[in-house]
C-alpha cells in the first residue's frame, strides 16, 4: 500500500517506518524537518516531504496536501486537537482506506475498575486527556457516520533507546537510576502503590502495522497498546535496585512531603502519572489484531536506561550489562 505517515520522524516513526518499508509498502513522510530520531538503512526508500503542520492549519491547506498524496492508508502521528482531526476528515473522506490515529492512555483519567478496558467510560482530565478524548470520539463518530476508516491506538508510557522513561518516582528525573543502582535511599510520594503501564517503542511500532493489516477488525475502534501488566512504584524501585545487586532503599512521604524537595517540573509530573496510575487491559489488541508485546514493562525500561548509560558514558548505569 501507498502509506503517508505524518510526524513519521519522530520517536514512533523511527521504528514504524522501517517496518513499514520492510514490509513492502510504499511510504510518505510527512513531517516540518528531514531529521530522523533513529537511523535505518531503510529510509533511503522512503519519500520525504517537509511540511509544517501549524503554519498549513493555520493557511488551512494541510488538509489538502495530504490528500493530494493519494496515499491509500495515512497514519497521523501528531494530532493534538478536534481542530486539526477535522480537517483530516474532511480532506480524506472517501479519498483514504485507512486512518489510523496515535492517541494515549491519558484518554481515561482517573483509574477505576481495573485493568481498563477500552469499553469504559471516558473521564479525562487535563488539556492533554480531554483533547485526545474528543478526537477519539470525532473519529469513531466520523466510522459511524460515514464509515471514515478511522482506528485509533493509545499507547501508555512509550519507552525504548533513546527515550528516557518514566521513573520509578513517575517523572523523567534520570537521578533516581543513579541513585538506585549506588544503593542510595530514594523517595517515594505516598505508599509507592500507584501504577505505570509502559510500551516499548518498537510494540507500538508493531500496534500501528498489524492496525493496517487487519482492517476489517481495527476499523472503528480503539486499543490500548501497553505492555502486559502496568507495574507500581515500589515495584519499578525494587526491581531496578536489584539489577545492580542491591536491595532498594525506599521512603515513603506524604504528597505534600514529598513534593517539596523536588523541582516544580518533577512534581508536576509525578502527580499527572500518580493520578492517571494507568493500568490497561490489551485483551482487545491481541484477540482482534494479534498484537503480542515483545518487552514487558521492565524490559522496555532496561532498554532504555542501558542506552542512556552508554549514551551519555555513566559507568554505573552500565552494571546493567553484566
Known sequence: MKVVVIGGTGHIGSY???????????????????????????????????????????????????????GEAVMDLICFSTRSVQMMVDALSDRVGRFIHCGTMWVHG????????????????????????????????????????????????ITGPGKMPIGPAGNLNPEIFLKLALGQEIALPNLGMETLHHVHVADVAQAFVLSLENPGRAMGESFHIVSEQAITLRYYATAVAQWFGNEADLAFQSWDQWRKDVSNEDSRLTWDHIAHSPNGSIEK???????????????????????????ENIEALQFMEK
Not at 520525504?48 to 496536501?65: M, N, P, Q, W
Not at 473521564?123 to 478511522?150: C, T, V, W
Not at 484477540?287 to 532496561?302: D, H, T, V
Request: proline share 5%.
Open 16 to 70: 514504524l517506518i522501517p517496518k513499514l518499508v520492510i514490509s513492502g509498502h510504499e511510504v510518505i513522510c510527512v513531517s516540518r524537518r528531514n531529521r530522523v530520531f533513529r537511523e535505518h538503512p531503510t529510509w533511503q526508500y522512503v519519500e520525504h516531504l517537509e511540511i509544517d503542520r501549524t503554519v498549513e492549519e493555520k493557511a488551512g491547506s494541510f488538509g489538502k496536501k495530504i490528500r493530494r498524496l493519494k
Open 110 to 157: 482517573h483509574s477505576e475498575e481495573l485493568p481498563t478496558r477500552e469499553s469504559q467510560k471516558r473521564k479525562p482530565f487535563g488539556s492533554y486527556g480531554i483533547q485526545k478524548a474528543a478526537i477519539e470520539s470525532e473519529l469513531l463518530e466520523a466510522y459511524r457516520r460515514n464509515a471514515f476508516p478511522a482506528t485509533i491506538l493509545h499507547p501508555g508510557h
Open 285 to 311: 489488541a491481541k484477540r482482534l489484531l494479534n498484537f503480542k508485546p515483545k518487552y514487558s514493562s521492565l524490559q522496555a525500561i532496561k532498554e532504555a536506561i542501558g542506552h542512556y548509560a552508554k549514551t
